[in-house]
């Protein structure tokens, strides 16, 4: 708690399993949420935002209607679902390369 009290964290991936962690988990998002860090808590919102933050590193955001926002939405993912070991390795080794 004391990292996100100090401002050293920019942003909280954290995946609870089992009561234990249920515990941690609402500890840790209340710490999150008083002190304006983002707290995602799934594996499809974490891969959402390494996407979005890649893209937002790699080129300039696109203006779009709500329309055009919808359209592509309907569209559905681009890539498949984390569903290996392998995978969610993957992720988090990608999610770590970011230096906020």
Not at 56 to 61: F, G, P, S, V
């Amino acid at each position: 708690m004391d990292v996100i009290r100090n401002g050293w964290v920019q942003l909280i991936v954290n995946t609870p399993l089992g009561q234990v962690s249920r515990k941690d988990e609402h500890a840790i998002g209340r710490a999150a949420y008083e002190h304006k860090v983002p707290f995602i808590t799934t594996i499809p919102a974490a891969i959402s935002a390494a996407r979005s933050i890649q893209k937002m590193r790699d080129q300039a955001l696109p203006v779009m209607s709500i329309q055009e926002y919808h359209e592509l939405a309907a569209q559905g993912p681009q890539s498949g679902p984390v569903e290996t070991v392998e995978d969610c390795s993957r992720l988090v080794e990608y999610i770590k390369s970011f230096q906020l």
